[in-house]
């Protein structure tokens, strides 16, 4: 019997470590009842590292979106490899809460999610700029919902010139 499949085994190999299998990686035969439990959102949120001083936090990026948001960086001198980009529905468990205490990051812009979902407790207004704890935070709406607003357009034009300066 393989070792992914003995459950005693596998307890006395990691006694007091919690023990996840995942997407039936490791059945062997035609035993598909493991796997099927539901991980804790606590193990299984993902503390995110950023590599820039700048988030962009949206749903998804489709190619339009793309298009849009590289114009609307470029306006503040930054492009889409000059800040970290975090896609949700690629990145459903991101926790962003750490992100006070690593003095990492400057600024952050999210079109169309409330933090709640990556874990940061701040309430924004939608186009004014929030600075806790020396993070500037913009909320916009979506980069789809914005693409044809003019209004919306020039109120995040407006919050971006107030962060960037």
Not at 27 to 46: F, L, N, R, S
Not at 84 to 89: K, M, N, P, R, S
Not at 109 to 132: A, C, M, R, W
Not at 140 to 152: E, G, M, R, Y
Request: proline share 3%; no cysteine.
């Amino acid at each position: 019997m393989y070792i992914e499949n003995n459950k005693t085994a596998l307890q006395q190999l990691f006694a007091g470590e919690d023990i996840y299998l995942l997407k039936n990686e490791f059945v062997v035969g035609g035993d598909t009842d493991h796997g099927k439990e539901d991980i804790p959102k606590e193990k299984a949120t993902q503390h995110y590292q950023p590599k820039q001083k700048v988030i962009v936090l949206v749903n998804q990026l489709n190619p339009t979106d793309s298009e849009l948001l590289g114009k609307i960086l470029g306006a503040v001198k930054l492009d889409l490899q000059s800040v970290d980009i975090i896609e949700l529905d690629k990145n459903l468990a991101v926790n962003l809460s750490q992100i006070f205490t690593q003095n990492s990051v400057n600024q952050l812009i999210t079109f169309g999610i409330d933090l709640s979902k990556v874990s940061i407790d701040v309430k924004l207004t939608p186009y004014q700029i929030l600075e806790n704890q020396g993070i500037k935070f913009i909320y916009s709406d979506s980069l789809t919902a914005i693409q044809n607003d003019v209004p919306k357009k020039k109120a995040l034009w407006g919050a971006l010139q107030g962060m960037f300066v």
